[in-house]
């Protein structure tokens, strides 16, 4: 299928959404969600862009410095743009100007939709200001991207595989002394040069975290920061890649030197975790029964007061996405999700112990497409 038909197929999925919601209108400012329909992502950061969709039409509401960009990628028939320089200050130079026009004029009368979770809340005040009735549409948008297409799986599984290498290179440089940055540059360096090697001209990168020591590693979420590994130091390595806009996740805690068993225990208990989680997953199983299934292997050996998050996230064009695998959601897995499978737990004073990789839901159950070593005795070093 070629790109601009599978974006007529999402366009003719969301209006179906928009007919049965009574819906004239749509209009997407997540970044991920307007590429998902519209095949164009700005760099954006503080000027506002938005995508139209109304029955018949599309059209996006630009920054002039994309207007380029977006007539050479978007799916949209027209193009309003809002200038900011000053050779232009006779034409349309605010963003919500432009677009209280747009709305009284091509959208007068509509009921709007809007991504009511991600829609800022100056831009719902000023649909809702302008008396346009609203509905949400985000959640239509979040099952549209929970299942995945041939195209967008293929992505996900280069992802996995360059995830892999570049593990492999930060590992194979491994030793007590370097830093926790210095150990990622190994790996982005082999991963950036392996894309750029066997994929010409595509967009690509790459986000690290690594903490290591015993407070750094109990704490999930850190950037990897200068300090140095140190013999017998709990070291958690995480590393997302995207290419092409879709990504996989791969992360590993390793041990240092002389670990205590008890560091080894924690280990295998979150190693073991993940192993039932894998287990679980199949069509049909709610997203809710996989992150029992490692909670339980916790819970068993005592450990489930330190366990500090769910059992894993969606992965596609958004770091993290449905499905959600934590105690209370009741979403039915179907064929084509991807999520990571990530179950620990932070033992203060001992380390965090967790491992991650990416999964695709099959017709029968799952596969991996990350497939870096994760058994105990591979991560002693």
Not at 46 to 72: C, F, G, M, N, W
Not at 192 to 212: D, M, R, Y
Request: charged share 25%; hydrophobic share 35%.
């Amino acid at each position: 299928m070629t790109t601009s038909n599978r974006l007529d197929q999402r366009l003719a999925q969301i209006r179906q959404c928009m007919e049965a919601k009574g819906i004239d209108a749509v209009l997407l400012t997540d970044p991920n969600n307007s590429y998902y329909v519209s095949g164009f992502r700005a760099i954006s950061y503080s000027r506002p862009i938005v995508y139209i969709i109304q029955r018949d039409e599309t059209a996006y509401v630009i920054p002039d410095l994309e207007k380029e960009h977006a007539e050479q990628e978007a799916a949209a028939d027209d193009f309003f743009i809002y200038h900011e320089s000053a050779q232009y200050a006779e034409r349309e130079t605010s963003f919500t100007a432009l677009l209280n026009t747009i709305l009284e004029d091509r959208l007068k009368g509509c009921v709007i939709g809007l991504e009511m979770d991600l829609t800022s809340a100056s831009l719902y005040q000023l649909v809702k200001d302008m008396g346009h009735p609203i509905k949400d549409i985000g959640e239509d948008l979040i099952a549209m991207r929970a299942v995945k297409d041939d195209d967008e799986l293929y992505w996900i599984e280069q992802a996995g595989r360059l995830s892999d290498i570049a593990l492999e290179a930060s590992f194979a440089h491994l030793n007590s002394g370097m830093s926790e940055l210095e150990f990622d540059a190994y790996g982005d360096r082999k991963l950036l040069q392996t894309v750029s090697e066997e994929f010409p001209n595509i967009i690509a990168g790459f986000e690290n975290w690594t903490c290591s020591g015993v407070e750094r590693s109990s704490q999930p979420h850190l950037y990897s920061s200068t300090r140095v590994f140190m013999d017998n130091d709990v070291v958690v390595h995480s590393r997302q890649v995207w290419i092409n806009q879709y990504r996989a996740e791969n992360e590993r805690t390793f041990l240092l030197g002389e670990p205590t068993d008890q560091q080894k225990h924690y280990l295998q208990l979150a190693i073991d975790a993940q192993k039932a989680a894998m287990k679980t997953v199949r069509p049909g199983v709610k997203a809710k029964d996989v992150d029992m299934a490692a909670f339980r292997v916790f819970e068993q050996a005592g450990m489930s007061d330190y366990i500090q998050h769910r059992t894993g996230h969606g992965l596609g064009l958004s770091e993290h996405e449905e499905p959600y695998l934590r105690f209370d959601n009741d979403l039915v897995l179907q064929e084509g999700m991807v999520y990571t499978i990530e179950p620990g737990i932070y033992v203060p004073g001992t380390g965090g112990f967790r491992h991650s990789d990416t999964v695709i839901v099959t017709k029968d159950g799952s596969r991996r497409v990350t497939y870096f070593p994760g058994e105990l005795e591979d991560m002693l070093f």
